[in-house]
């Protein structure tokens, strides 16, 4: 079962890279804490997952790089090359000379039918080298042009070419006081056109992951490159293949029958339904024993609710909405955004 | 990696320019030791085998073999041309991308505009095409010119019609020094206000500068260097004013320190899109973020460290300094005080060994102290790019999308009108085919209408910042 990761704009690249590094160092992790044999199925299945087969022994990645400007695809190429252990296939991205400009109607509504064909003749190659396709996996910041504009694109591209295949977006939530100014009016667009053609989205607030780097982790002077890598982390305890004692892929229900508190739950799931664990034996890179919450809960209510406010702030006093309509997104697309994500928020409030 | 043509207009656009690609070619020089033209060089200079006769010459990969400058020298007088040609840079520039006369615009925006305009419009086009043929994927033209003469203020702005018109697509930016109070050319506030209509509607992004601050900037670096309070020697090179490599304890001529900090400025601007770094910003990035209205297109900048002590440690305190410091009313290149008026965006673009949590950091102790418009209270926009500039371990340029530049305007319209009304040298202008009072009133409205759009942002400021009721939906 192999996944096919797309890496759009400067922050879907620069994970990407380190969400592969850490899956392939994981994978080659000495103690697995696990049998032997354990641990060259897990190895043979992340591989599968992730990488094909080189002719000298090098590890492909299954990945499709874009970006509409050169740098960053670039200096990502060569840091897997170097590494020496793993690699990006040689043709494999798609890039361009100027970027978005931060500009969500750009991404979309120019550069997305613009480059249509490549990009998905790309995937398309990607796909053809994979035995079995399990699904997409989209990393892309809301903030940008690219990976924003792009993305919400892309996505609806797939979800049209390969129905059946689960489309799954890691979104990177931006810092609460600006990167990019318009990154509010960039997120809406790219939340409302995701929530109709994405199967699911796995959020990341640079906020919450700065403060991981801050308080737990002490990092001192933090970089991009260090929030990356947790994340990374985290990505990879999540998507590395479980594997069970029975030798095929079970998960097991919760031993311990749920939580207790009936207020963690909607009222239309059972406790026992609600939660469940995958277990695996074999460790994850060295740590003895770790584990993952992959959760849909109403944690995202709060920072949605504040980013649609200050998006509908801005909105009213029609502040920077000439860069959008110059490129054809109006202000009934907007409204259409505001109207679906108000939505969403009081579907969550009313769980 | 796109590419940008530089248009230097009249004496000051010209000096200025020189002093630019001086920088340019340094900063290059640094950073790429091996020689390879790479696509960081091609956004700025072309790669030409020197033995190829006529336009053929260009190298796209391979070693550099002679750089030329990607610009267009426009002067209606020879004099600062022809130094040009004939001082260090001669190599650097291409003969045939010039356009000079003899005579000068006599410090008329009429001449410079409607007189030499009409006479070199086929030549400009000419040299412009030939300059974006040269280049793959042509983003900007930047425009370097004075206000408040002849050229540079009236066939400088005649140039940006023939740029929207011939390449629509293609962004703007204007760097425009203002005449300050003490000027000497008595009709620099006819020159410069008829200039800035076409600034309102032509420029995509203008960045005014004052040369009275610019002055008043290394009257203080010179105070520091020279009153011993220092301890340590500044490392040489870090000027942000210093051009010829060593450090001259005489000042060169003191305009040669002041075109430097407009040059570093536009080294800076440009370099998140150059160079590598965490978080790129590119030049179409910074009209997207900090132009709301497309009026509202006049940017405050400063540029901060001036200098760098030459021991090496960065204590955090100092780099917090630095970030202070871009706020400071004393660091702003044109009289302004952002810090006191209402932020419609600001910008902060970063070089060197500064990472996300440094960024955070300080813009989390600078916003209290900063006012910002109720719908743009987190507007920040940033960069960080992993080379800094030549001589220093970190800069930091600044640009602000800021009401405090109401007063530049309000005083250029007032000096304007004490001259208008007595209609002093107006003759002058009217003789000029074309000219009529009618272009001085427009122009004043245009005037006008920008500065009471800022009065009404202005007014904001004293109201409470509400949220909007949001749209409330059926579920």
């Known amino acids: 079962m192999s996944i096919v990761t797309v890496q759009l704009g400067q922050c879907g690249n620069q994970i990407g890279f380190e969400v592969f590094d850490a899956l392939y160092s994981d994978s080659h992790c000495p103690q697995g804490l696990c049998s032997k044999r354990e641990n060259e199925v897990y190895q043979a299945s992340c591989k599968e997952r992730f990488f094909s087969e080189e002719e000298n022994g090098v590890p492909i990645a299954r990945a499709v790089l874009v970006d509409m400007e050169p740098k960053v695809i670039n200096q990502t190429l060569s840091k897997a090359a170097q590494s020496g252990r793993w690699k990006y296939g040689q043709h494999s991205c798609f890039c361009q000379k100027q970027g978005s400009g931060n500009n969500w109607a750009y991404g979309y509504s120019v550069h997305g039918p613009r480059h249509e064909e490549s990009i998905m003749n790309l995937i398309q190659n990607e796909v053809e080298k994979c035995d079995c396709l399990s699904g997409f996996f989209i990393i892309m910041s809301m903030a940008g042009g690219t990976g924003s504009g792009l993305g919400a694109f892309i996505t609806q591209n797939l979800q049209d070419h390969y129905s059946n295949s689960l489309k799954m977006n890691q979104i990177i939530w931006p810092y609460g006081t600006g990167e990019v100014i318009v990154q509010n009016y960039n997120s809406i667009l790219t939340l409302s056109h995701l929530y109709r053609s994405s199967d699911a989205l796995l959020v990341h607030e640079n906020d919450a992951v700065h403060k991981i780097c801050a308080k737990l982790m002490n990092i001192k002077q933090i970089s991009f490159s260090d929030i990356n890598q947790v994340l990374a982390h985290q990505l990879g305890s999540v998507f590395q293949p479980t594997y069970s004692m029975e030798g095929s892929y079970h998960y097991r229900r919760n031993p311990l029958g749920g939580f207790k508190d009936p207020a963690l739950y909607t009222s239309w799931l059972a406790p026992v339904n609600a939660f469940n664990v995958w277990k695996t034996q074999r460790a994850f890179s060295k740590y003895e024993k770790s584990a993952a919450l992959v959760s849909n809960s109403q944690f995202l209510l709060k920072p949605l609710d504040t980013i649609v406010g200050k998006a509908w702030n801005m909105f009213a006093s029609k502040a920077y909405i000439h860069q959008y309509t110059k490129f054809g997104i109006e202000e009934e697309d907007f409204l259409d955004s505001f109207t679906l994500l108000e939505q969403v928020v009081a579907s969550y409030c009313n769980l | ?475």
């Open chain 2, 1 to 475: 990696m796109t590419q940008s043509v530089v248009v230097q207009v009249g004496q000051c656009g010209n000096q200025i320019g020189c002093c630019f690609w001086d920088l340019a070619l340094r900063e290059h020089a640094a950073v790429n030791q091996k020689g390879i033209y790479d696509e960081a060089i091609s956004s700025f200079f072309r790669n030409v085998d020197t033995r190829v006769v006529g336009d053929g010459g260009n190298i796209s990969k391979g070693k550099i073999c002679s750089l030329k400058a990607r610009a267009v020298l426009i002067d209606m007088e020879e004099g600062v041309v022809n130094e040009i040609l004939q001082g260090p840079l001669r190599d650097v520039f291409d003969s045939k991308q010039l356009i000079t006369d003899i005579s000068g615009s006599g410090n008329n925006w009429a001449v410079g505009h409607k007189v030499f305009g009409r006479l070199y419009q086929e030549q400009i086009l000419e040299k412009l095409r030939k300059s974006a043929e040269h280049c793959d994927c042509l983003q900007c033209f930047f425009i370097i010119h004075s206000m408040g003469g002849g050229t540079g203020s009236g066939l400088g702005t005649f140039l940006l019609k023939v740029l929207e018109d011939e390449f629509p697509e293609v962004y703007r930016f204007v760097t425009s020094v203002y005449p300050s109070g003490e000027d000497d050319v008595i009709t620099s506030p006819y020159n410069s206000i008829l200039a800035m209509k076409e600034l309102n509607e032509h420029a995509d992004c203008v960045l005014p500068i004052d040369n009275q601050s610019l002055f008043d900037i290394i009257s203080k670096i010179d105070l520091m260097v020279n009153s011993g309070k220092l301890g340590t020697t500044i490392k040489p090179k870090s000027l942000v004013t210093s051009s010829a490599g060593a450090l001259k304890k005489q000042h060169q001529k003191p305009f040669d320190a002041m075109n430097n900090i407009v040059a570093n400025l536009l080294l800076n601007l440009t370099s998140s899109a150059r160079f590598e770094g965490s978080l790129n910003m590119d030049l179409n990035e910074i009209s997207m973020n900090l132009v709301p209205f497309p009026q509202l297109h006049y940017l405050v900048s400063s540029l901060t460290p001036l200098y760098t002590l030459a021991d090496v440690n960065i204590p955090t305190r100092r780099l917090d300094q630095m970030f202070s410091d871009a706020f400071s009313k004393d660091h702003q290149l044109i009289r302004a005080d952002p810090k006191h008026s209402l932020y419609l965006a600001c910008a902060l673009m970063v070089r060197g060994n500064v990472q996300v949590s440094d960024l955070r950091r300080n813009i989390e102790r600078l916003k209290p102290s900063l006012q910002f418009i109720s719908w743009n209270q987190e507007g920040w926009k940033t960069s960080l790019c992993s080379v800094p500039p030549v001589g220093h371990s970190h800069s930091l340029l600044a640009l602000a999308n800021n009401t405090c530049v109401k007063p530049t305007f309000m005083e250029l319209r007032e000096r304007f009108m004490r001259l208008y009304k007595k209609k002093a040298h107006l003759h002058h202008y009217l003789q000029i085919e074309g000219m009529e009072e009618s272009c001085f009133m427009e122009a004043v409205s245009s005037l006008s209408a920008l500065i009471e759009e800022y009065n009404q942002l202005d007014a904001t400021r004293s109201m409470p910042v509400e949220d909007l009721p949001r749209l409330s939906v059926a579920v």
